[in-house]
């Protein structure tokens, strides 16, 4: 097949985030498909950001499209969207001619790059299918208190049941989302379940050792018999660290160490809220490509959610898949409609916003036998290799083209 993938925010492993594009176009192009993958020049998720034009990473066509720069979620980033969609728009019967895609996927975080990817779909006779990152625009009216007769969100709420109305098949990252897209039009067996997933054989094959600073903290550590508990990641009010951090303050009679390791807004506040505290270490973040040796070298790992409704449709975050691949037993403080750790029995899951209950699981873990901790561990990493795999979801959404 000619495959067309229109995701605004698509990165790399030379550009950053966001991967998944990457992933799965590459494991496509390997079963014999061509693939071009559409997306914007500028992004706030990339580390760094292409000129605009046309570019070749591991078989796969990349193209840029011209996009204004922005910073942050304010009218810069709509600047931003609008100027993407509009050059799909303009570009369409172009892209449909001169691609000749059988398939069409429109990847969107916000919904109206529905409409052009529609186009050039009915323009190449081709299928059309609808990948949802977020329930949009559910997720700025919870998350960002957005009423539903707010302009922006009106616009995209009819985006959205359009596309649930027009796509062939709609692949959703959140497993509980189909009763949400049902009550906004989409039919019945339309919708597919492809969660967020990781490369095997690249976590295996990474052999960039930890930075000199962070070896020598955690070694040290190490010799002093601590039990090492690590995050890392984003250091935001989304993930929930200063529950982590309360929970440190009911941990000072234990030989337990918290290790965060990452950059955010929230760095200075959760440092803060630290001071004096010998049990709680602050580190920067390393390359992608020690996260393996980083994660390998803690006795458990914590990953932390605030109480929010959304989650009632699941999550599939990309760092619990990463957890997961180091074979640690993780503690996760999550509600939400699905939760991986539970469902693999490779940790402990208690509520989210309540430091007293990761406290007690890192208590119960520290009083584990370590065999029954490795253990643990290993069947995180075994449910990731038969769940994750981006050969078998490549494989899958492979399916769901084909219809």
Not at 200 to 224: C, F, G, I, M, S
Not at 305 to 330: C, E, Q, T, V
Request: charged fraction near 20%.
């Amino acid at each position: 097949m000619t495959i067309l993938l229109i995701n605004h925010y698509a990165g790399s492993p030379a550009h950053g985030m966001e991967h998944r594009p990457f992933y799965m176009a590459r494991e496509w192009v390997r079963a014999g498909h061509a693939v071009t993958v559409l997306a914007a020049n500028q992004s706030h998720l990339r580390i760094r950001n292409p000129a605009a034009g046309d570019e070749t990473l591991a078989g796969i066509h990349y193209r840029w499209l011209d996009t204004p720069p922005y910073q942050g979620n304010g009218l810069g980033r709509i600047r931003n969207m609008l100027a993407f969609t509009s050059r799909l728009w303009r570009d369409a019967a172009r892209l449909a001619s001169e691609l000749e895609p059988d398939v069409v996927i429109a990847s969107s975080t916000y919904p109206i790059d529905l409409y052009p990817a529609r186009s050039i779909a009915r323009k190449a006779n081709a299928r059309l299918i609808f990948e949802v990152h977020d329930l949009w625009p559910l997720s700025p009216m919870e998350l960002g208190n957005l009423p539903p007769w707010h302009p922006f969100i009106m616009v995209m709420q009819q985006a959205e049941n359009d596309a649930y109305r027009s796509a062939d098949r709609v692949v959703s990252m959140l497993p509980k989302a189909e009763t949400h897209m049902r009550e906004h039009g989409l039919a019945p067996g339309k919708f597919a379940y492809l969660p967020n997933g990781i490369d095997l054989q690249e976590w295996e094959d990474a052999t960039d050792a930890l930075p000199a600073t962070h070896r020598e903290v955690l070694d040290d550590l190490r010799a002093r018999g601590r039990f090492v508990v690590g995050y890392a990641g984003s250091h935001g009010v989304a993930n929930a660290l200063h529950h982590l951090i309360d929970a440190a303050r009911l941990l000072d009679d234990l030989p337990a160490s918290l290790v965060l390791v990452g950059q955010g807004p929230e760095k200075d506040t959760l440092q803060a809220r630290a001071l004096g505290m010998s049990n709680v270490v602050f580190l920067p973040p390393v390359p992608k490509s020690a996260i393996p040796a980083l994660l390998r070298a803690m006795d458990a790992l914590y990953l932390g959610w605030n109480r929010m409704p959304l989650y009632r449709f699941g999550i599939s975050p990309n760092k619990l898949m990463d957890y997961m691949m180091a074979a640690k037993p993780i503690v996760h403080s999550v509600e939400a409609g699905n939760d991986p750790v539970a469902e693999s029995a490779c940790g402990f899951s208690v509520p989210p916003e309540d430091a007293e209950a990761v406290a007690g699981a890192i208590r119960r873990l520290l009083a584990m036998d370590p065999t029954e901790r490795e253990a643990m561990g290993a069947r995180g990493r075994a449910f990731v290799a038969e769940h994750h795999d981006y050969r078998v979801l490549a494989k899958r959404f492979l399916e769901v083209m084909r219809g």
